[in-house]
Each structure stands twice: as structure tokens, then as C-alpha cells.
């Protein structure tokens, strides 16, 4: 039992986490519902009650499991890039505008269209990691100011040159049905997308875990120096690990435009790249366990939605209960003593954990 | 003379500049003096937030307007500390507890927001106050100086008082000088006993405290509510404005007034049917180019002193030192 705990003690504390963040959304719910066990049911197993509900869990985590996996190449380097949002907004405004410009047969107009928009937005956060391999220049702070750069680039893109004025509100024309990613479960809105996320679970899940360059790469984010003592290129594990976070997050939002709306529809950044960062937290930067985390955190925001519509408890809620979760979660220390204890008693029993 | 250059040329635009300026320099005051630290305070959206929050409900509540300020600045140091207490006693990694503290602010306000005026999107049910606004006899009747520089609210004189406090605080006290030293070198400044922990959490507390009331100005001056989310990634742009100023006084004093000028600009802009979002990234991008010159001139001050060191003979080989190797 002991020796199981020491070996999963990660894992553990990312459950014991959540356990407590949902422990505080029942203490919460029975502070002010006025119906507290209904409230709880809703927000709870609401997700679950119906066909369509269950089918909006699928359909919102599609797109965070490839931001969660954008966040984690660069994480895994310990390059702090936040730039998937940019990356997603302008690689899908691109995409589209490459969408609605050419006619092709959909079998080529498909993977054409994903590979531009990850190509946009792999060049776009080609810009933060040069500025960092060559200048040292934080990528953070490069990485969050480009983000609105590319925002406001998307927007100038669709709202002065790709819009739709017949549609009424501000959207960009419709793609070509040769560009859509076909939603093949009736009466869902569950398309293509959630299976390439899975598909890219594992490629990432094979890079960075199977091959030289993510060995690479997960050693420059262990300790830099060793690595450079060790031959490593830290240039290029810089470079590509944003790069990389760039292609994945914009592959992933054009998906969510080509399978849901078929348009581009975002004035405003959707914040799938934030969700990134919370899915990769909350998944400890491993491509595999970014799936469970996405459908969890997906769970909570239908499970949000729900209460807000059937209750009288705010769908913030989740909010808060997020934010405690990953406070938890990055916290090194948090349970570190108890970890301490149990080794110690295996030391001394002689147990060989 | 165009009508563009005409509301551009006009008192009442440099009067808007300050009034945007305002919320933008407390904050990255406030993420200055953290950075100096060498702990950069990302959450100051969320900091603005909750003391916006909190000062709004308080003074709907009390009727005071210094109970309001005391307890949304409390409420901004509070955040200071929590970040501190995460990461300096907890472990975690300053910039992903400052995100999540930013998603809690932002959950909390509106969550309780409901709870206290039934409202989700804004306070306006709540009788709330504003602070005062100061028209400054005799500059005030001054023909274009006096538009510019009159009539603002108390907190826009305050931030101009802010920058010299943040002066004074950084470069003629002790605690200022341990800040620095802490973020210079920390295994240096422990070396010579100073506190690395309780130093930095010092600089996280008035990180908070500054930004504190940068969020106060938003909802008890720039405008007399609290709407959700309403800094609307000022706390962000504060972080743009902090690096491109160097996280010095004066420094951080222009790029805020830059900020603010571009931002003034977009909104008259966008009345014009110009694209406006042409204009909106321009600080963004210049951040981004004042960042890698900034980095750049570090970087070849480092390598130089290095090579200087070698040719002297006092080390042989450097193997961890810059990023092109």
C-alpha cells in the first residue's frame, strides 16, 4: 500500500486536489442554494442527464486537449510560452481566410486547410522562441504581448476583408463545405476534431516520451545545464518546443472552426489557450493524462452551465473551484510532508521502495 | 486641419490620456517592484479586480469612502500574500499560482457579486461611491494646461505621488536595497543575511498594495460600478508597460503614458471607421521590440564581462553563459 502511494504519490496529490476543490463546490452550493441537493444533483450529474449535454462535454474538450498539448511540449522544456491563445486566434483567422478563398476536392481541401493554420500559427510563435534562443528574451512576457498582436491582427483580417455582410452580425463568410470537418454523431455537434486530438495525444505522447529530440527536450526542461553539458542543442529544443506549441494550438482551433461553426466567429479570443494551461497543470505536462484532465475540465463547465440554468448558484463557480484546484496542484510542497513520512517508515522497515 | 488630427491636437485628448493612464501605471508599479524582486507579480489582473470588487461593495455597504480604500487595498495585499505564501512557502511556480489567482478573482467577484446585488453582469443596484475629483484653483483657468492637467479624479494625482513613493521606497530605504540585491543575486544577498523569502514576499505585499488601487480608480473613479471582469486586461498591458519601462519610476512612468496615449488614440480611432485594431497593437508589438533590445544589451553586457574575465585569466571556460552557445 505504502510502496503504491510512494509510487503514484503525483497522481495522488492531483486527486486529493480536485477531491478538495470539489469538497468546496458542495460547501459552497449548501451556503447559498436554496435548494442545495437539487443544485448539487445538476451540477453534479447534469452533464450526464441528457444526449445533448453529454455530446457538449465531447465537443468542448476537443479543442483544449490540443491546447493542453501545445502547453505541454513547451512546459516539458520549461519555456514558458503562453501564446497559445495567438497562436490559435490567428491561425485560425488565416486558415479561414485560406478556407473561403480556394475550391478544392475535401479530401486535399481538408488537410490543406489544417496545415496552414498550424503553419500560421507555428511561424507565430516561431517569433517568442527566436527572440529567446538568440536574445534571451523573456518568453512570457513576448509570448502575452504577441497574443494580443495576433488578436487584434485576426480580427482586422476577418472584420475588414473576410466579412460576411449578408449574415447580419459580425462573422466571417461561410467555408466551403469541401473545408468542413464532418460532426458524425446525429443530433450532436461532436465532429472529426476529437478523434484527431486523440491521434495527437499519442504522436506527442511517442515524441516526447519515444524519440532522441523530446528525450531532448524533457532534459532541458530537468536541468539546462546538464543538458548543455550534455551536447544537447538547447537552441533548438528552445525553438522547437514553441514552435510545436504554436502548430498544435492552431490546428486545434481550426478544427473547432471547421467542425462547430464553419465560420469564423470569435470578436473575442476564445481562451482555449488558458484552458491549455490549466489542462496541461492539472494533467502534469503528460500528453496521455491531458485527455483525462480536458474532459474533466470540460465536465465542470457543463456541469456550470447546467447549474446556472437550473439553479440559483452562478456557473463562477467552477471558476473558483478551477483556480483552487491548480493552486493545489502546483504546489510542490503541498502533502510534501506527508510523502516524507511514508519513506521514511519504508527506510526503516528496510523495505526496498 | 483634418478632423482626426484636430481631436488628437485637443486639450481634452491629453486629459484622456491620463485618465487612461491611471489604472495602467498603479499596476505596473506594482509589477515593477515586484520584478525588482526578481518574483515577477503576474495576477495584478486579478489584484485590480478583487480590490475594485471589494472597495465598490464596502463603500455600497459603510457609506465610507476610507473604509472602501482600506479594505480594497487590504483586499490587494491579501493577493500579494497568498502569492507569496504559494510560492515561496508552497513551492509553486510563481507564474502558473499567479494564473490561477487571476481565474479566482475573476470567479469570486462575479460568484459573489450575485450573492450580494442578485446581478451578474454589474453592481449598478448598489449604491456605491466614487472618490472625488480635484479641480486645481488657478492652474485650472489656465486656457489648454489647465483642461489637461484639472479636474482629474484624486486617484490620477495619487498615481503621480505613487511613482515618487515607488522611488523613494526602491532607492533611499533599506528594505528597497534588499529588493534589489535579492533580485540582482539571490545567493548573494543570502550570503550576506539577508532574507530572500521574507523580502520577496515584502515586494509581493506592496505589488498588491500598488495595484490595489489601480483596481479602487476603475470602479470608484474611471467609472461608479463594478462590472465582471473589468479591467479588461489592463493588469496584462501593466506588465507591457513595466518591461518596456525597465521596471524603473521614470521608465515605467513614460511607457504607462505611452500605453495610455495609444489607447486613447484607438478609442477616438475607432469612431472614425479606421481600423482601430491597427492602431490597438502597436504598444504590443513595441513591447515585444523593446523587450529583445532590452535582452539583447544584457545579454552582450554579460558575454563581454566574461571575455573580459577570460583574457585576464581569471577563469578558463564558461560553459552554462548565453543562449547561442
Known sequence: ?353 | MSPLLKSILSAEFGFAIFRVMTPLLFAAIGVSISSLAGTINISMEGTMLISAFVGVVVSAFTESLVLALLAGVAAGMAMGAILSYFHLRLKADIILAAIALNLFASGITVFLLFIASGDKGSSSSLKSLVFPELHIPLIKSIPVLGTIISGHNIMTYGVILAIVVFYIIIFKTPLGLRIRAVGQNPDAAESVGINVNRTRMWALMLSGFFGAFGGLYLSMGYVSWFARDMTAGRGWIAIAAATLGGYLPLGTFLASLLFGAVNALAIYLASLQFPSELISLIPYLATVIALTIYSARALKKRTHKVEEAKRVGKITEVKELGGSS
Not at chain 1, 15 to 26: E, W, Y
Not at chain 1, 122 to 132: G, N, Q, V
Not at chain 1, 304 to 325: C, F, H, K, W, Y
Open chain 1, 1 to 353: 500500500m505504502e510502496r503504491f502511494l510512494l509510487k503514484y504519490f503525483t497522481l495522488i496529490r492531483v486527486i486529493i486536489a480536485i477531491a478538495i476543490g470539489i469538497v468546496i463546490s458542495v460547501f459552497l452550493i449548501y451556503l447559498i442554494s436554496e435548494e442545495p441537493g437539487f443544485s448539487l444533483r445538476s451540477f453534479l450529474l447534469g452533464p450526464f442527464l441528457s444526449r445533448s449535454r453529454l455530446a457538449h462535454v465531447f465537443e468542448t474538450a476537443s479543442p483544449i486537449i490540443f491546447c493542453g498539448l501545445a502547453i505541454a511540449v513547451a512546459f516539458q522544456a520549461k519555456q514558458f510560452n503562453i501564446g497559445a491563445e495567438g497562436s490559435l486566434y490567428l491561425g485560425a483567422a488565416l486558415g479561414t481566410a485560406f478556407a473561403v478563398s480556394t475550391n478544392m476536392p475535401a479530401f486535399i481541401h481538408i488537410p490543406l486547410v489544417l496545415l496552414m493554420a498550424g503553419l500560421a500559427g507555428a511561424t507565430w510563435s516561431f517569433i517568442p522562441a527566436i527572440l529567446k534562443a538568440r536574445w534571451k528574451a523573456s518568453e512570457l512576457v513576448s509570448s502575452l504581448m504577441l497574443n494580443y498582436v495576433a488578436y487584434f491582427l485576426g480580427l482586422y483580417l476577418m472584420n475588414f476583408h473576410f466579412r460576411d455582410k449578408e449574415a447580419g452580425y459580425l462573422v466571417s463568410y461561410e467555408l466551403p463545405e469541401s473545408a468542413w470537418l464532418a460532426q458524425f454523431i446525429p443530433d450532436t455537434r461532436i465532429h472529426y476534431g476529437i478523434i484527431l486530438a486523440l491521434v495527437f495525444a499519442l504522436l506527442v505522447y511517442y515524441f516526447l516520451y519515444h524519440t532522441t529530440t523530446g528525450y531532448e527536450i524533457r532534459s532541458t526542461g530537468f536541468n539546462e545545464r546538464f543538458a548543455r553539458f550534455g551536447g544537447i542543442s538547447v537552441f533548438k529544443v528552445v525553438v522547437l518546443c514553441q514552435v510545436i506549441l504554436g502548430f498544435l494550438a492552431a490546428f486545434g482551433g481550426m478544427t473547432e472552426v471547421m467542425g462547430i461553426h464553419r465560420r469564423f466567429v470569435w470578436q473575442f479570443s476564445p481562451g482555449y489557450g488558458w484552458d491549455g494551461i490549466i489542462v496541461a497543470i492539472i494533467g502534469r505536462n503528460h500528453p496521455l493524462l491531458i485527455i483525462p484532465a480536458s474532459f474533466f475540465l470540460a465536465y465542470l463547465r457543463v456541469g456550470g452551465r447546467v447549474l446556472n440554468l437550473m439553479s440559483d448558484v452562478p456557473a463562477e463557480m467552477i471558476t473558483v473551484i478551477q483556480s483552487i484546484i491548480i493552486l493545489l496542484i502546483t504546489a510542490e510542497a503541498f502533502l510534501s510532508q506527508w510523502k516524507y513520512r511514508v519513506t521514511l517508515r519504508q527506510a526503516e522497515r528496510g523495505g526496498a521502495a
